[in-house]
């Protein structure tokens, strides 16, 4: 008898990756399939399933249908990158829509909205992220067909209250979608708080690996937008390759290990270096101190993240050179895996940013938690 899935924790599914085997050879671990084209029947039907790799892949199946299951969907479609999947949603619109998106968001997809999004058509608005009453007041000001939140918001972590701002929504029909590419699956899961989609940069925690650029949307309903989504994925060649599917796969088997271990590690830096003489902010949602923390407590589940940024006192020369002094932490770009990742933000952001220049964005690792602390102490001095 089949295990009944619905049954079996989150754990269990990612650690089995659903737990399918394939046929003939009752295979553990999935094939990859590089076929990018199918044979048609003498009849011109397709038997197999199947028509051409761009529309889609065997190689998405299981990492599509982890992740739904995780996130509680009716679907799940992956994309190239979290920036193809993101915009996905938007193009998905159409001309003269408007859409309310934080005002504090991932840098590269608020470039993107407003030098493309914008002159194509769409009316945007920002909302202060940690702030439901601006949200309500533009939602009931402006009716806009999209809203668009990020909760933990990169780099400074505010928390919006899901559930609230998707009840907002509602009163004037809006969808709802949220970036919880920080929050991860295993966090927060936005469809149960009524959200309609959830996006995920892949490339970060599902990964986890530093070596998969892989983006996720996942939908509450397979609806008239769904499709429109799903046709823009095609459409628009935001295809992922069968071999990054497979790593994604492979990299969420671990999802939950890795999770817990990094969100042990911040918790822990965190309650360290909050009050440090040098500091004048640690940033991080699952301090009692951090504004949004009742919120994220109410909506994260099983840890707040792997994800913190410090502000220095001294300003941005002070926050630089403390970059500069990190030993075990290496300077580079991303988030989420298994390796802790330091970056001065402003600077990666240059102009126009709206990073305090005094931040260090920091991506807590799995590694020992006392060399993480002793290389920010050291760092500090």
């Known amino acids: 008898m089949k295990p009944d899935k619905s049954k079996l924790h989150p754990e269990t599914l990612a650690a089995q990756g659903m737990g399918k085997v394939a046929e003939p050879y009752r295979d553990i671990v999935p094939p990859i399939y590089v076929s990018t084209t199918y044979e048609r029947g003498a009849d011109g039907a397709f038997?197999?399933?199947?028509t051409y790799s761009r529309a889609d892949n065997p190689s998405y199946d299981q990492a599509e249908a982890l992740i739904a299951s995780l996130e509680g969907a009716a679907a799940a479609i992956l994309f190239a990158s979290g920036q193809a999947a993101a915009a996905a949603v938007f193009?998905?619109?159409?001309?003269?829509?408007?859409?309310?998106?934080?005002?504090?968001?991932?840098?590269?997809?608020?470039?993107w909205v407003l030098d493309f999004a914008a002159p194509w058509g769409l009316g945007i608005e920002f909302y202060d992220n940690a702030s439901i009453?601006?949200?309500?007041?533009k939602v009931r000001a402006q009716r806009p067909r999209l809203l668009w939140i990020e909760t933990p918001?990169?780099?400074?972590?505010?928390?919006?209250?899901?559930?609230?701002?998707?009840?907002?929504?509602?009163?004037?029909?809006?969808?709802?979608?949220?970036?919880?590419t920080a929050a991860t699956p295993l966090l927060t899961r936005p469809i149960?708080?009524?959200?309609?989609?959830?996006?995920?940069?892949?490339t970060k925690y599902l990964n986890g690996h530093s070596d998969v650029v892989a983006g996720v949307l996942a939908t509450a309903a397979?609806?008239?937008?769904?499709?429109?989504i799903r046709y823009q994925r095609g459409g628009g060649g935001a295809v992922l390759g069968p071999l990054e599917a497979w790593l994604?796969?492979?990299?969420?088997r671990t999802l939950h290990l890795r999770v817990g271990a990094a969100c042990a590690n911040a918790q822990a830096i965190a309650e360290r270096f909050n009050g440090h003489p040098k500091l004048s902010h640690v940033l991080y949602p699952g301090l009692a101190t951090h504004p949004g923390h009742a919120v994220a407590a109410r909506q994260m589940h099983g840890g707040f993240g792997g994800m913190m940024s410090l502000r220095l006192k001294a300003g941005e020369g002070a926050a630089k050179a403390f970059t500069a002094r990190l030993r075990v932490f290496k300077r580079a770009t991303s988030l989420g895996s298994v390796e802790s990742l330091a970056?001065?933000?402003?600077?990666?952001e240059g102009p126009g940013t709206q990073c305090p220049a005094d931040l260090v964005r920091l991506s807590i690792g799995v590694e020992h938690v006392e060399d993480l602390i002793g290389d920010i102490e050291q760092a500090l001095t």
Do not use: C
């Not at 005002?103 to 470039?111: H, L, S």
């Not at 609806?223 to 429109?228: H, K, S």
């Not at 970056?343 to 990666?348: K, L, N, T, Y």
């Open 47 to 50: 038997p197999g399933g199947r």
């Open 91 to 111: 193009l998905a619109l159409t001309p003269g829509d408007r859409v309310l998106a934080p005002r504090n968001m991932y840098w590269g997809f608020r470039k």
């Open 133 to 137: 009453d601006d949200l309500a007041a």
């Open 153 to 180: 918001a990169n780099p400074t972590w505010e928390i919006t209250d899901i559930a609230a701002a998707s009840a907002i929504a509602r009163e004037v029909g809006a969808i709802v979608a949220v970036d919880s």
């Open 192 to 202: 149960e708080l009524g959200a309609h989609i959830v996006m995920h940069s892949a």
């Open 222 to 228: 397979d609806d008239a937008l769904w499709q429109r």
């Open 248 to 252: 994604l796969l492979r990299g969420m």
């Open 343 to 348: 970056e001065h933000r402003a600077s990666v």
